[in-house]
């Protein structure tokens, strides 16, 4: 099963609603990232969090972290129709590795 | 636009062949990563070079290969092709390939095998 698993699969909400998607991953980490995939496009980083960190923000969005539970969230603020699409989370597998697993990702539908 | 360039970007074969994906980094960047986009296996990281050597080895098959260039562009090379290989494959690029690195993902290679 995947490190790291997005919940819900697919959100579908009205715009100027906020959107909220989690992250859970199975082992300690040392930064976890989201990224934001439009249909069929490559994946554009969206912001880092690392695990020393519980909360950040850039615009409207806002991560948080907690590394006793194993999960992160992204928040998305008065979400527009251009914030649609699908959302990953990126953890790395702790040290002694480079790689970044990726979630399943978050289908997000914003309705105008 | 990331700065990332994938080349092809639709490949179209038949079962049994043999393809080379390419991928320019972003200048400056020294890492190249490929990742493999399914419907039903998500986003899967295959490989990672840094500079010319291999740093970072994923769910990638025997079938596969891959090689960082001189001048740090990369080539993914499939071959023996099976239905199942259709997918997506993504290239990104990092300045140093650490863990805080942010990747910047090419438009993608779309692969269809036939």
């Known amino acids: 099963s995947q490190q790291g698993e997005e919940d819900p699969q697919a959100l579908s909400i009205q715009e100027g609603e906020n959107a909220t998607m989690n992250c859970s991953y199975k082992?300690?980490?040392?930064?976890l990232q989201w990224y934001r995939q439009n249909s069929g496009r490559g994946l554009v980083h969206l912001i880092l969090?690392?695990?020393?960190?519980r909360e950040k923000h850039s615009g409207r969005l806002r991560v948080t972290l907690d590394t006793s539970k194993k999960s992160s969230s992204l928040l998305i603020t008065a979400s527009r129709a251009a914030d649609t699409a699908s959302y990953f989370c990126a953890t790395d597998l702790g040290s002694g590795t480079y790689k970044y697993i990726f979630g399943t990702g978050t289908r997000l539908k914003v309705l105008a | 636009d990331s700065g990332v360039t994938q080349t092809p970007k639709h490949l179209i074969t038949a079962t049994g062949q043999r393809v080379t994906l390419r991928c320019s980094p972003r200048?400056?960047?020294?890492?190249v990563y490929w990742y493999q986009q399914s419907l039903d296996q998500g986003l899967q990281f295959l490989i990672q070079y840094y500079n010319g050597e291999e740093r970072a080895k994923g769910n990638i098959l025997e079938r596969f290969s891959a090689q960082q260039f001189p001048d740090l562009h990369s080539e993914l090379n499939l071959s023996s092709l099976e239905l199942g290989d259709s997918a997506l494959y993504f290239c990104?690029?990092?300045?140093?390939?650490?863990?805080?690195?942010?990747?910047?993902f090419g438009p993608g290679t779309r692969l269809t095998v036939l």
């Open positions: 082992t300690s980490i040392n930064n």
């Open positions: 200048s400056g960047d020294l890492s």
């Open positions: 969090i690392r695990s020393n960190e």
């Open positions: 990104a690029s990092s300045p140093i390939g650490a863990r805080t690195d942010t990747q910047y």
